[in-house]
C-alpha cells in the first residue's frame, strides 16, 4: 500500500485572496436592473456599475480617486534638480570651511588657494571637477568634498536601478567599482542575447544567482526585470527633458562625471541602447515634472517620475475603461503597482464579473450593441418583484411574497405513457398498474429478483409511468396600460412605471403561468410591449396621451379570452390629448379637444359592454385629471387609485392579487 505524499504548506506570496468572496454575476445583472429602470440604456448602466463599483469592491471613480490625489502628493513631493541643490549646498559649506582654514595663513600659498576657491565655475560638475586635484587644508571641508562625490556616484547609480539594487556600501573603493563593472558587463551581455533572442530563464536565474548582492529582491522573470530597468531609464529621460536647458546640462554633466569616475560610462551607454531596443515603448521624452519645495535625491526624484508616469497610463487606462463600458482596460500589474494588490483583487473581481455577465447569458451583444438577454430580463423582473412584495411588507398593505406556481391547467381525462421531458404530473395510480400488470405478466414476484430475457425486475420501470394530460386553460387576461408620454419623464414617475411592468410580468410569468398579460404603452399613439422590452423602453418626445387607442388595443386582447377573467388597469398622469383619425393618423391638441374626450369614453363605453371594470392608477395632483377620471370610474363601475410613485408597484400588485377569483 503506498502511502500518501504529505501536504506542503507555505507563505501566501500574493495574488489574489484566497478567501475572498467571489463576486456575483447575478448580484451584478441586478445593480444594471435598477438602473436600466431608472431610465439608463444597457451601456451606461453597465458603466454606472463598472464605476461605482460591485459587492464591496472598488470600482473605476474610486480608483481614479485613489490615482489623483497619489499624483498630486508625487508631483509635490519635492524638486527635480534636489541633487544639485543639495551638491550646491555642500559645497558652499566646504568651501567656507576651507576658507577658514586658510584665513590665519598669511602666506602666498594661502592666498592662492582662495584665489582658485573664488574661481571656481558657478556649475557644481565642473566645480567638483576643478577640486579633484586641490589640496584641501581643511579636513572637514576634505570629508565633505568626499561625501559630495560619494552621494553623487551612489544618487547615479541608485537612480538606474532603484527598487531593485542594493547598490554597493563604499563606491569608492575600487573593488566596489570592479565588482559593479563587472555586473553591468554581464548585465548588457544579457540584454544582448535576449535581443538576438538567445536568452532564456535560466540564463536570467543564473544572472541573479552570480549578482545576487546587488539584486536580492529581483523580479522572477526576465521580462519584468527589463521592465523595471526601463521604466527608470525613461523616467530620468523624461526628468531631464522637463528641465531647462541650463539644469538640464548642468544636471547631464555630473551624471557623466560620476559615470566616468567609477569606469561606467561605456557600460551605462551600452545598458541605456539596449532598453530602447527591447523597450522602446518607455522612450518617451517628456513627462510630468516634480513642483515640490523639498529636495530630494535622485534615485527618489526618478522613482516619483516613474510612478507618476505609471500613473498617467493608469488614468489613461481607466479614461478607455469608462469610455468602453469595459474594465479589462486596465492593466492590473501596473495598477497594483500604483495602488497595492487590494486595488488588483478588486480590478480582477471586477473584470470577472463583465466576462461572466456575458457567459452565463445576462448580456449579449458587442460594445456597440449590447443588450439584455431574456434571463437577465427574467431576473430583473424578479428582483422588481421582490422590491414591490418588500416595499408591501414594510407598508402593511397585507400582502406578500407568495413561492407557489399556478396550476398547470384541468385534467382532460385522457392518459398516455410519460416520455422523458414531460413536466405533467405523474398518474400514480395508473403508474403502479402498469407495474403490476408488467411483473405478473413476466412471472417476476418479490422485490428484485436478477434480470431474465431483458425484462426489468424493478419495481417500477420508466415504461411504466403515465401523465395525466391537462388542458391549457388561461385563468384571467389582464390589460396593463400605461402612459407612455414625455410627461412621465418631466414629473419622474416613468422609472417607477417600468418596474411595476416588469414586476407584474414576472408576477405572472411565475405565479400565475395560466394568465395572459399584455402590457400597451401610449403616447401619440398606443402599442403593444414584449417584456423583452420593458427594461430598455423609454417614454416618447411627441407630444400626445392617446387613451383611446390603449383602450381600443385592450378590447382586442381581451376578446381573444372570452373565457378568463378579464382585468384592465390603467397608469397615467394626464388627461388624454389625442386620439385616432378615421385614416389611421393621430390628432392632438392641449387642451384636449371634445372629439379627443368623446372617442376615448366611447372605449371606455366598450369596456363597460365587456362589463369589464377598469382600474385607474392616478399619479400626480392635476385636478382635471382627477375630475376626468372619477367620472370614468362612475361611468364605467370601476375604481381609481391616488399613488405616490414609489407606492405604484405596490397599488398595481396588490390590486392586480386581490382582483383575481383564485
Not at 32 to 41: V, W
Not at 195 to 209: L, N, P, S, V, W
Not at 349 to 355: K, L, N
Amino acid at each position: 500500500m503506498s502511502r500518501r505524499s504529505p501536504s506542503i504548506y507555505g507563505r501566501f506570496r500574493g495574488g489574489p485572496d484566497p478567501l475572498a468572496q467571489r463576486v456575483d454575476a447575478g448580484a451584478g445583472i441586478d445593480e444594471i436592473g435598477k438602473s436600466i429602470l431608472g431610465g439608463k440604456s444597457v451601456r451606461d448602466a453597465l458603466r454606472e456599475m463598472l464605476r461605482a463599483g460591485s459587492q464591496g469592491r472598488q470600482g473605476l471613480s474610486e480608483m481614479a480617486r485613489q490615482i489623483r490625489n497619489q499624483y498630486r502628493e508625487l508631483r509635490e513631493s519635492g524638486q527635480m534638480n534636489g541633487l544639485l541643490d543639495d551638491l550646491r549646498a555642500m559645497l558652499d559649506e566646504a568651501l567656507n570651511a576651507e576658507r577658514l582654514a586658510l584665513f590665519p595663513d598669511p602666506g602666498d600659498d594661502a592666498r592662492f588657494a582662495e584665489a582658485m576657491l573664488d574661481a571656481l565655475p558657478d556649475e557644481v560638475p565642473r566645480a567638483l571637477a576643478a577640486l579633484g586635484d586641490y589640496q584641501w587644508r581643511s579636513p572637514k571641508a576634505q570629508q565633505i568634498f568626499q561625501d559630495m562625490q560619494d552621494r553623487l556616484r551612489r544618487d547615479v547609480i541608485d537612480q538606474q536601478f532603484a527598487g531593485l539594487s542594493q547598490s554597493v556600501q563604499n563606491l569608492a573603493d575600487p573593488r566596489s567599482q570592479v565588482a559593479m563593472a563587472e555586473m553591468m558587463g554581464q548585465l548588457n551581455q544579457l540584454l544582448e542575447r535576449h535581443r538576438e533572442g538567445t536568452a532564456t530563464e535560466d540564463d536570467y536565474q543564473e544572472f541573479i544567482k552570480k549578482q545576487e548582492k546587488f539584486f536580492p529582491g529581483a523580479p522572477r522573470s526576465l521580462d519584468e526585470f527589463i521592465d523595471e530597468l526601463a521604466r527608470q531609464s525613461a523616467a530620468m529621460n523624461r526628468m531631464l527633458a522637463s528641465m531647462t536647458p541650463d539644469q538640464r546640462a548642468e544636471l547631464a554633466e555630473a551624471i557623466q562625471q560620476a559615470l566616468s569616475d567609477l569606469g561606467l560610462q561605456e557600460e551605462m551607454a551600452k545598458l541605456q541602447k539596449n532598453l530602447r531596443a527591447l523597450r522602446p515603448e518607455f522612450a518617451r521624452q517628456r513627462g510630468p515634472v516634480l513642483n515640490g519645495d523639498a529636495p530630494i535625491r535622485l534615485p527618489e526624484a526618478t522613482q516619483a517620475l516613474s510612478e507618476m508616469a505609471d500613473l498617467e497610463s493608469l488614468m489613461s487606462q481607466l479614461g478607455d475603461a469608462d469610455a468602453m463600458a469595459d474594465f479589462s482596460q486596465v492593466d492590473l500589474d501596473v495598477l497594483e503597482r500604483a495602488l497595492g494588490g487590494i486595488a488588483r483583487d478588486d480590478a480582477a473581481a471586477m473584470q470577472q464579473m463583465q466576462r461572466d455577465l456575458e457567459d452565463q447569458g445576462f448580456l449579449v451583444g458587442d460594445a456597440e450593441s449590447l443588450r439584455l438577454s431574456p434571463k437577465a430580463v427574467r431576473r430583473i423582473g424578479q428582483s422588481a418583484l421582490r422590491e414591490v412584495f418588500e416595499h408591501i411588507n414594510a407598508t402593511t398593505r397585507g400582502e406578500h411574497d407568495m413561492h407557489r406556481t399556478g396550476a398547470s391547467g384541468e385534467p382532460t381525462g385522457a392518459h398516455r405513457r410519460w416520455l422523458f421531458g414531460d413536466d405533467e404530473a405523474i398518474d400514480v395510480v395508473r403508474t403502479v398498474q402498469n407495474a403490476s400488470r408488467r411483473r405478473l405478466s413476466t412471472g417476476i414476484t418479490g422485490i428484485a429478483t436478477p434480470t431474465r430475457n431483458g425484462l426489468s425486475t424493478a419495481l417500477l420501470d420508466p415504461k411504466d409511468f403515465d401523465v395525466a394530460e391537462t388542458e391549457t386553460v388561461t385563468r384571467a387576461a389582464v390589460a396593463l396600460l400605461v402612459d407612455q408620454s414625455f410627461s412621465m419623464v418631466m414629473n419622474d414617475t416613468w422609472s417607477a412605471a417600468k418596474t411595476m411592468a416588469l414586476a407584474l410580468s414576472s408576477l405572472t410569468t411565475t405565479s400565475y403561468p395560466l394568465d395572459a398579460l399584455q402590457v400597451i404603452g401610449f403616447a401619440n399613439l398606443a402599442r403593444t410591449i414584449e417584456p423583452m422590452e420593458i427594461p430598455n423602453l423609454e417614454a416618447s418626445e411627441v407630444q400626445g396621451t392617446n387613451l383611446q387607442h390603449a383602450l381600443m388595443l385592450a378590447g382586442r386582447f381581451l376578446d381573444k379570452h372570452p373565457g378568463s377573467q378579464r382585468i384592465v388597469m390603467v397608469v397615467t398622469d394626464g388627461e388624454p390629448t389625442a386620439h385616432l383619425l378615421s385614416d389611421g393618423n393621430w390628432w392632438f391638441d392641449w387642451p384636449p379637444s371634445r372629439e379627443t374626450i368623446e372617442r376615448t369614453i366611447a372605449q371606455v363605453d366598450a369596456m363597460t359592454k365587456r362589463k369589464v371594470a377598469i382600474t385607474w392608477f392616478r399619479l400626480g395632483d392635476d385636478p382635471k385629471l382627477a375630475q376626468f377620471l372619477e367620472s370614468m370610474a362612475r361611468r364605467n363601475g370601476g375604481k381609481v387609485l391616488a399613488t405616490e410613485p414609489d407606492r405604484l408597484g405596490d397599488y398595481v400588485i396588490s390590486d392586480y392579487v386581490k382582483s383575481r377569483k383564485c
